[in-house]
C-alpha cells in the first residue's frame, strides 16, 4: 500500500518557470491537501479538494491553481515562479476530512531562484 | 490571538525526564484536536487525537480544555527517539475560499532529549 505519493521530490526553478506538483494516493480518500511549510513555520493550506471535480482555496492560494479530475490525483500548478514559493510542500488526504488524521506524502523540496 | 500557539521551544531535556507542550487555540468552535509528530526534513505524522475527556498512549497523555482554549501533551520517561518537532493541530474556520473549517496548524515546539 503506497499511500500518498509526491513527485518529484527535489526541484529547483528559476523566476518565471511553471510546473506541475504531482499528488497521487491509493487509499480511494475523498479529502486531499496541500499545504506548505516555510523554515520554522507551521504548515500553511494552499488548496484542498472534497471529491472529484471540487476544490478550494486555502489560506494562502496565490500563485497556485489545482485540479482535481480523479479520486486519487491533486497536482499543484505553479504558474510564473517567484522567490516567495520557496518551500517545502506536502500533500495529503483524509477519509473525512477535519475529523480524522492526514495521510501525508514525503514532501517536495521546491527552490526558485 | 493566532489561530494556534504553541510554546516556542526548543526544550532539551535529559533522557527519563518528564516535559509538557502547551497549545492555545482561537476559535471556541474547533471540533477537532491533534498532536503530530515532525523530523527533521520529514512529513508530518499523527502522534494522537485529543479527546475532551483527555486521552492516553503509552508514555504520552493528551489534555482538551475547551473553557480556556487549550490543548496540551505530557511526555513521560523521554527517550532518545522522542526527538522531534511537535506540532498542535485544530481544525479553524478559514477566512478563504468557502469559510468552512480546516486544519490549522501550530508552528510547532523542537523536543530535544539528551543522553
Known amino acids: 500500500n503506497a499511500g500518498v505519493t509526491q513527485t518529484p521530490k527535489f526541484r529547483i526553478l528559476k523566476i518565471g518557470q511553471s510546473m506541475t506538483l504531482q499528488c497521487a494516493q491509493d487509499?480511494?480518500?475523498?479529502?486531499m491537501y496541500w499545504y506548505r511549510q516555510d523554515p520554522g513555520m507551521g504548515l500553511k493550506l494552499i488548496y484542498y479538494s472534497v471529491g472529484a471535480g471540487i476544490t478550494d482555496k486555502g489560506e494562502v492560494p496565490n500563485g497556485y491553481n489545482v485540479s482535481r479530475s480523479t479520486t486519487e490525483d491533486f497536482p499543484l500548478r505553479l504558474e510564473l515562479a517567484a522567490p516567495s514559493q520557496t518551500s517545502v510542500y506536502f500533500c495529503a488526504s483524509s477519509r473525512q476530512g477535519v475529523f480524522e488524521k492526514l495521510f501525508f506524502g514525503s514532501g517536495t523540496q521546491l527552490s526558485v531562484l | 490571538r493566532k489561530e494556534v500557539e504553541q510554546d516556542p521551544g526548543p526544550f532539551n531535556v535529559p533522557e527519563g525526564a518528564t516535559v509538557a507542550f502547551n497549545c492555545t487555540y482561537s476559535?471556541?468552535?474547533?471540533?477537532?484536536f491533534f498532536w503530530y509528530r515532525q523530523d527533521c526534513r520529514k512529513e508530518p505524522k499523527l502522534l494522537m487525537s485529543?479527546?475532551?475527556s483527555g486521552n492516553e498512549d503509552g508514555r504520552f497523555t493528551a489534555q482538551l480544555n475547551r473553557a480556556s482554549q487549550y490543548i496540551s501533551l505530557l511526555i513521560r520517561d523521554s527517550k532518545l527517539s522522542d526527538s522531534a518537532t511537535y506540532l498542535c493541530v485544530v481544525n479553524i474556520r478559514q477566512d478563504s475560499g468557502a469559510g468552512s473549517y480546516q486544519l490549522t496548524f501550530g508552528k510547532g515546539t523542537k523536543l530535544s532529549v539528551i543522553p
Open positions: 476559535n471556541s468552535a474547533s471540533q477537532s
Open positions: 487509499m480511494n480518500h475523498n479529502y
Open positions: 485529543v479527546y475532551s
